[in-house]
């Protein structure tokens, strides 16, 4: 019996990584996506590709429906800038705002049909920031709140063709999201989030019955805490 095929964007690290990692441990093909790759051995298929240089990955996708048909896309890729908005520059801006927000919209686009057809998922990866004011960080706040609503109606638009759509909104999480701040997350186990539980959250909501569907899942650490970086 031929796999059932998932796509995951940002599966070079982090929240990508270990959702790939999962997907394939649960009987998926899994295709990770990511800008690299290191040699280390994975359980999924690693693909490099600059995700925002879209003609490539349309042509991937038409190819690998020649294989099987896509039953479930993770929109994990993102990228963060923290600082005063009007300290943040134009180039950094777009690449956020590309990389968190039209990518998925457009990714979800060229899957969508298949998608509905197999009763397949889609699930979303935003953050905590959807939900609340954002200071230092408004841009990222802002696209992750358009990536939750983007979700909530493509769910509304497809509950007829038995469609599932699911938004998991971790908090601080140990991956590189942090890379471009001047803070991190915190060296107390009890105040960050892992990858994989984020992980964990992907697998409650593909192994649930058909017929439910988890909307949205907010992770939180059960203490709050943030590292300043030095140097």
């Known amino acids: 019996m031929q796999k059932k095929i998932a796509v995951v964007t940002g599966a070079s690290s982090g929240i990508g990584e270990a959702a790939a990692e999962r997907i394939s441990r649960l009987g998926f093909r899994v295709i990770g996506i990511g800008r690299s790759f290191s040699e280390k051995e994975r359980d999924f298929e690693a693909l490099s590709m600059d995700l925002l240089d879209f003609g490539?990955?349309?042509?991937?996708?038409?190819?690998?429906?020649?294989?099987?048909?896509?039953?479930?896309?993770?929109?994990s890729a993102g990228v963060a800038y923290y600082g005063l908005q009007e300290e943040l520059g134009e180039k950094a801006l777009r690449e956020l705002i590309r990389t968190d927000l039209e990518l998925p919209i457009l990714l979800t686009a060229l899957c969508l049909r298949e998608l509905k057809k197999n009763r397949g998922q889609l699930i979303n990866i935003s953050s905590v920031t959807a939900r609340c004011p954002a200071p230092r960080a408004a841009a990222y706040g802002a696209a992750k709140a358009g990536l939750l609503r983007f979700g909530e109606s493509i769910f509304e638009e497809g509950r007829k063709a038995g469609l599932r759509v699911s938004t998991i909104l971790?908090?601080?999480?140990?991956?590189?999201?942090?890379?471009?701040?001047?803070?991190?997350?915190?060296?107390?186990?009890?105040?960050?989030?892992?990858?994989?539980?984020?992980?964990?959250?992907?697998?409650?909501?593909?192994?649930?019955?058909?017929?439910?569907c988890i909307s949205e899942l907010v992770l939180k650490p059960q203490l709050k805490g943030i590292r300043k970086k030095t140097g």
């Open 56 to 75: 490539p990955l349309r042509e991937f996708l038409r190819s690998l429906r020649r294989e099987g048909e896509i039953s479930l896309l993770v929109n």
């Open 170 to 212: 971790p908090d601080m999480t140990e991956s590189g999201l942090y890379r471009n701040a001047d803070f991190t997350v915190s060296e107390e186990p009890l105040a960050r989030l892992l990858p994989e539980d984020v992980a964990d959250a992907l697998e409650f909501i593909l192994t649930r019955r058909e017929g439910v």
